[in-house]
């Protein structure tokens, strides 16, 4: 899994699923059939995380084309009270994680803060399922039908809702980051042709495509059994990073691996160099966020193929009915446009942006123009040391802002 591997998917999750075990009791058997908090604006993301910080913050609801409702906050000035200068920036989350993930350092290294502060027009997304994320023109969580979708859903309707209503709104063309999953949403998006018209460029960090070279064993194991148990856990719909179910099922690896569960991140994730442990307090009070158990079978499937296809049905019949033949189709990557700016960021130690993977996707890009493809290794960072490492306003954001300026 990973964010799922993939992306951050499994990252995030992992980290999370494993960090409450330590600190929360396990919930009540039968957890995914609870029903859904109404979460008002007084303990949303704006109140809880940024106004806190002394930053201004508007909330603000997008609805998708298949109906979610999604959150996104605004912070439209710096912490000096100086209204935003430059364009949109749209800040896109990965697997088990919602905003919060710009939000939770220090505002001196948090993202979102960060581009406040220097004068960006921040927007920061919330995917379909996520806690801020979870309504729907006719459907409740408690459905089944609420959980039926993967990443292909998020590329192809929740990042094109994102993306229209932040230009819509600010009537400018926007510049995009994505952390994990976030940038294969976009790589996904992008391949189709979509959303490039509204934006500028796109920043990807710790970029989840290719995924067959994953080097975190566990991840490789809950791949291999999603794929195996996919009925199973299909009919789970919803996976729970802290519920019962889920942490028995990250426990059963553990012990297969004669591993400490408690002192998991690593494996998982590779050797984060910078995160400050004494915050992961402050992660865990928001996170992890659930995802839909189809997401990480599709997830699954990429880390056992190494293609970037849409969802496998497994059935051959289902797949001519979604896709109209008996295999899904690729995401083509040779088909983003050359002149589009990209800014790809990944870090040597990350085990599930792999190096080789990454090398993968970046001979997919070798007709990019050389001048609109910047690519910024960063031999000491793992997977979470983008979103969650003290230094990464040096090492990663000033060289991403300074990207921005030029495209
Ligand atoms: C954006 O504006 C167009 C034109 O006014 C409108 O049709 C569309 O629904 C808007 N989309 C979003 C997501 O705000
Ligand atoms: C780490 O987090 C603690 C607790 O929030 C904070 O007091 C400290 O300043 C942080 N250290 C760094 C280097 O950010």
């Known amino acids: 899994m990973a964010n799922t591997a993939v992306i951050i998917l499994f990252s995030i999750v992992l980290l999370c699923i494993t960090a409450t075990q330590g600190r929360k009791t396990l919930h009540q058997n039968n957890e995914w059939l609870t029903s859904y908090p109404v ?26 084309e298949d109906g979610y409702i999604l959150s996104l906050q605004r912070m439209p000035v710096g912490r000096s009270g100086k209204k935003a200068d430059k364009p949109p920036v749209l800040l896109q989350h990965g697997i088990f994680a919602d905003a919060i993930t710009w939000l939770f350092n220090l505002p001196d290294e948090s993202l979102g803060f960060i581009l406040a502060d220097n004068g960006y027009d921040v927007w920061l997304a919330n995917t379909r399922g996520t806690k801020y994320s979870s309504g729907h023109t006719s459907l409740d ?92 856990w299909l009919g789970l719909r919803e996976f729970i990073p802290n519920g019962q179910v889920e942490a028995k099922f990250v426990e059963d690896i553990c012990n297969t ?66 896709y109209g033949q008996p295999v899904p189709p690729p995401y083509d990557m040779t088909e983003i446009p050359n002149e589009f700016p990209l800014f790809l960021s990944n870090g040597g130690q990350d085990m599930l942006s792999d190096v080789k993977d990454l090398q993968v996707l970046l001979n997919d890009l070798k007709d990019h123009d050389g001048n609109k493809l910047v690519v910024l290794f960063k031999e000491d960072y793992a997977h979470l040391d983008y979103a969650m490492g003290v230094n990464a306003n040096q090492m990663i954001y000033d060289p991403m802002m300074a990207f921005f300026k030029d495209n």
Not at 44 to 55: A, D, F
Not at 189 to 194: I, K, P, V
Not at 271 to 276: A, E, F, T, V
């Open 39 to 64: 979460v008002d604006d007084i303990d949303g993301i704006c109140k809880t995380m940024v106004e806190t910080q002394g930053y201004t913050c508007e909330e603000h609801k997008v609805t998708t």
């Open 257 to 322: 691996l004669h591993m400490n569960c408690l002192k998991l991140i690593t494996p998982f994730t590779g050797p984060n160099c910078c995160i400050n442990s004494s915050r992961i307090d402050v992660f865990l009070d928001h996170e992890p966020q659930p995802t839909a158990t189809k997401n990480l079978i599709h997830l699954s499937q990429m880390i056992r193929t190494g293609n970037i296809a849409k969802y496998d049905y497994d059935v051959q019949e289902q797949n001519m009915q979604n």
């Open 141 to 232: 969580p408690n459905d089944m039908a609420y959980w039926d979708w993967s990443w292909d859903e998020l590329a192809s309707y929740d990042l094109p809702a994102f993306v229209q209503y932040v230009y819509n709104q600010t009537g400018q063309k926007v510049h995009y980051v994505g952390y994990s999953l976030g940038a294969l949403m976009a790589l996904a998006a992008f391949s189709q042709g979509q959303v490039l018209n509204m934006l500028r460029s796109a920043a990807l960090l710790g970029p989840t495509a290719h995924m067959n070279q994953i080097t975190s064993l566990p991840i490789k194991i809950a791949a291999e059994s999603f794929i195996a148990d996919a009925v199973y």
